[in-house]
């Protein structure tokens, strides 16, 4: 299948499950009620981080063709999405600088004068269509990464807390070998072993970052597992498995999601870190910033490559870490019990 | 589900359980915490026997090694002619049907992410009582008119209770798989006075109509004369003295019995005085003293009882684990 064909997919899969999720918190008030609060608090956060999930959906979505490519043979049959369409054909043959009419170097007239809002690269691109496009990349990132890193730590967590005695031996043996291992060093090593692709960028930074969870979510089930109504449940005969599904993991769900948010920034800045190594993910911010470091030592100054790349990405760690911060306030269950 | 109709219902014969205390790299055990070290007990069928002792007295870990929640070390927990400690995990399940439990935090023991009508339907689910979901919420809305709930809040969750009614829930939820025993531990405990009495009418009204046998684990002497036809006390780990309520309330025998008599408040003036109550701490269950267990605090210690064990002494229905108490022919 083709990767655009795919990536449609899974917008349309997305999609479903948002409104699928809409669907359950409207529903239960538990979960409407924090979203509310939540609201409240962060309004501006959540609207900046709706912003860059509608960026990433709209340069998710492509389909090959379409008039606004003319000659360019390149563009014309490949997929392009909504994003490069609506940037289509505003190409400079080199850098200039934001709302200018003329190239930065050598003054010569710009194809479209004034709509480079951010400026060009040194190869003619807007600027500000490759910022906006990194906010795919980033989401990529810190979604794909979270949706291997917290089950793993999940599976591993609350089975070690649950059982107990040898399983619980062998999970913190091997957290413990992990956390005892520089992570960067791994990170390097994973990526070289699995190629350099999102996917391997993923699963490395998956490996190295599932143990902070596992290790809160061990505790937890301990803690759990001494409640009375676990007791209650032995008691009446229920089987492990349902004791663990029923019991155990929905009391921990408040922590997944706590742990989501504050995972997601993190991670995409471990790509950043990564990228600026040479072995990060293309398009990313992190590229951006990696490839602009030149241009600062340039006379004049290039600069609005490396401000862009740099805002975009402090821009969503910022919403990111306020509504996580916001997040642990409201899904604590004390006050969510009361809120009810 | 018939009762053998010799013997007592639950008979409980020199039941252990230590906890291993371990240390270092090998998780070697260095000692044990002694939390119930011999315990004999009896109910009969219908009837309610009280366990009383102050706290870390081991009475909860004998509930909850009686229905194998803790693994007990060594005795017989012998329900309806057949040893529960000796069962495997499939062949104990049938058991779990006809044993059941109410703890003492009503809060703790409801997981707050169900909601009560799935909390009182799941031991239905897990024993296959009811043909389907529809006939066992009409189950469930059976069970909470009987435990005086009204059966349509019970699609809410158990935040939205109060703590009585909470623990209406936990009984609900213990009667919906139609239990023989339901051992109570400290199930009146965390509840205001008033709340207390409607709970212990209500086990009482449940005893009578459903003949139910009741192990009720408690600290709280007003709540067994009210409730309950046998006591045992205990203290440390074993069972000092056992009998009839009446019997153990008027003459007591042994002296922890009569220390923990006399610190019951009274609002009899006349009644006031007399001996002093206890004094002290409880020994440190991992460290027990040697001879009686009970020298370090009591009033009328001998020599004799800091080498030696006391024998358990009967009298008629009264048995007691003292030198001195009738019966022992010590005196």
Redesign the interface.
């Known amino acids: 299948m083709e990767a655009w064909v795919f990536s449609n997919i899974v917008v349309a899969i997305l999609i479903t499950a948002a409104v699928g999720l809409t669907g359950v918190v409207l529903r239960s008030r538990?979960w409407s009620n924090a979203f509310l609060s939540l609201w409240r608090r962060r309004r501006v956060a959540i609207i900046a981080i709706g912003f860059y999930v509608l960026v990433a959906l709209l340069d998710s979505v492509s389909w090959v063709g379409g008039e606004q490519f003319g000659e360019d043979a390149v563009a014309k049959y490949q997929a392009q999405s909504i994003l490069d369409r609506a940037f289509a054909g505003i190409r400079e043959r080199s850098y200039s600088a934001p709302l200018a009419s003329v190239e930065f170097y050598g003054g010569a007239p710009l194809v479209h004068p004034g709509r480079h809002l951010l400026g060009t690269d040194l190869l003619g691109r807007d600027v500000l269509h490759l910022a906006l496009k990194g906010a795919r990349v980033a989401l990529l990132i810190g979604g794909l990464t979270s949706l291997i890193a917290i089950p793993l730590a999940l599976l591993f967590g609350v089975s070690a807390g649950y059982f107990g005695g040898r399983i619980d031996d062998f999970v913190f043996f091997i957290m413990s070998t992990l956390a005892s291992m520089p992570g960067l060093l791994l990170l390097i090593t994973l990526i070289m072993v699995m190629g350099k692709s999102t996917f391997s960028v993923c699963i490395a930074l998956a490996v190295t970052g599932w143990v902070g969870f596992c290790r809160v979510s061990r505790g937890e089930t301990i803690k759990l597992r001494e409640?009375?109504?676990i007791?209650?449940?032995?008691?009446?005969?229920?089987?492990e498995m349902r004791i663990i599904f029923?019991?155990i993991l929905?009391?921990l769900?408040h922590l997944v999601i706590i742990t989501f948010v504050l995972m997601f920034s993190g991670l995409v800045l471990s790509e950043a870190i990564l990228s600026w190594l040479g072995i990060g993910v293309d398009g990313s911010w992190g590229q951006m910033i990696d490839q602009a470091r030149d241009e600062l030592s340039r006379d004049p100054i290039v600069w609005w490559n490396i401000s862009a790349a740099g805002s975009a990405l402090f821009g969503l760690i910022l919403a990111v870490n306020f509504v996580g911060d916001a997040l642990r306030d409201v899904m604590d269950?004390r006050t969510l019990?009361?809120g009810? | 589900m018939s009762t053998n109709a010799s013997g007592p219902l639950l008979r409980v014969e020199r039941l252990r359980t230590w906890f291993p205390i371990n240390r270092g790299l090998m998780r070697r055990a260095v000692g044990h915490v002694q939390a119930v070290t011999d315990v004999h007990l009896s109910v009969e069928a219908g009837r309610t026997l009280a366990l009383v002792g102050e706290s870390g007295c081991g009475k909860t870990t004998v509930g909850?090694s009686i229905?194998r929640?803790e693994q007990a070390q060594a005795g017989r927990v012998i329900f309806d002619g057949v040893d529960l400690l000796e069962l495997d995990a499939a062949a104990m399940?049938p058991y779990?049907?006809r044993?059941?439990?109410v703890?003492?935090?009503p809060l703790?023991?409801?997981?707050?992410?169900?909601r009560v009508r799935d909390?009182v339907a799941?031991?239905m689910r897990?024993?296959g009582i009811g043909s389907d979901e529809s006939d066992r919420t009409d189950r469930v809305a059976h069970l909470f008119e009987r435990v005086q709930l009204d059966a349509a809040q019970m699609w809410r969750?158990p935040?939205?209770f109060s703590g009585g009614q909470r623990q209406r829930i936990?009984i609900a939820?213990a009667l919906a798989?139609d239990p023989q025993l339901i051992i109570c531990d400290e199930a009146v405990s965390a509840l205001d006075v008033s709340i207390q009495a409607q709970i212990l009418n209500l086990l009482r009204e449940l005893q009578d109509e459903l003949g139910l046998a009741y192990l009720f684990i408690t600290h709280d002497l007003g709540v067994v004369r009210y409730l309950a036809h046998d006591v045992a006390v205990m203290y440390l780990g074993q069972i000092v003295e056992s009998g009839p309520t009446a019997q153990i309330f008027e003459s007591p025998s042994h002296p922890y019995t009569q220390g923990l008599l006399q610190a019951v408040p009274s609002v009899d003036p006349q009644r006031r005085g007399g001996a002093p109550p206890l004094s002290g701490d409880v020994p440190s269950p991992s460290a027990p003293p040697g001879g009686c267990y009970f020298h370090t605090r009591c009033p009328l210690v001998m020599d004799r009882c800091r080498s030696e064990p006391p024998p358990v002494a009967s009298q008629g229905a009264v048995s007691a684990r003292c030198f001195l108490a009738p019966g022992s022919g010590s005196e």
Do not use: K, T, W
Not at chain 1, 231 to 239: E, P
Not at chain 2, 108 to 114: E, I, K, Q, W
């Open positions: 538990m409640l009375e109504y007791s209650a449940a032995r008691a009446l005969g229920v089987g029923r019991h929905p009391n769900a269950p019990r009361e009810e | 909850r229905l929640l399940r779990r049907q044993l059941q439990i703890f003492q935090d703790a023991s409801l997981n707050p992410r169900m909390i799941e031991g897990s024993f969750y935040h939205e936990c939820r798989v």
